[in-house]
């Protein structure tokens, strides 16, 4: 089995800086894709940021220039550095992983997610 767990979550006023961090751990061949995803409440899942294994990333444009992902291979741990927060930040920010399980099954995985609130 495979396990996500993501934290570093909280409360920050507008204009404020918070950073995320997950560590993938169990049953790992090897990790492709790893990323952030955010549920607002009432709304659909959105993605945030992806990462490559070779460090190629991706980022909404909602928050291109504020948040920065990053990702350690050898400890399959992944980051998100967000800065200059706004309140339509405020949702619950799920990690996501692209996992080999063994040199032929590839799987999905999800964190339990993180609130973060930006308000003052």
């Known amino acids: 089995q495979v396990q996500l767990v993501d934290s570093g979550g909280g409360l920050v006023q507008p204009g404020g800086s918070l950073r995320l961090s997950c560590a993938a751990s169990?049953?790992?061949?090897?990790?492709?894709?790893m990323g952030w995803y955010r549920q607002a409440p009432g709304k659909q899942r959105e993605l945030v940021a992806t990462i490559t294994s070779g460090g190629s990333t991706n980022y909404a444009n909602s928050v291109k220039g504020r948040f920065t992902i990053s990702r350690d291979n050898d400890k399959n741990t992944i980051d998100l550095q967000m800065n200059s927060l706004k309140p339509e930040d405020t949702a619950v920010y799920y990690c996501?992983?692209?996992?080999?399980?063994?040199?032929?099954?590839?799987?999905?995985?999800w964190g339990q997610g993180t609130q973060v609130t930006v308000s003052s």
């Open positions: 169990g049953s790992i061949f090897t990790i492709y894709t």
């Open positions: 996501n992983g692209d996992v080999m399980v063994t040199r032929w099954e590839r799987r999905n995985y």
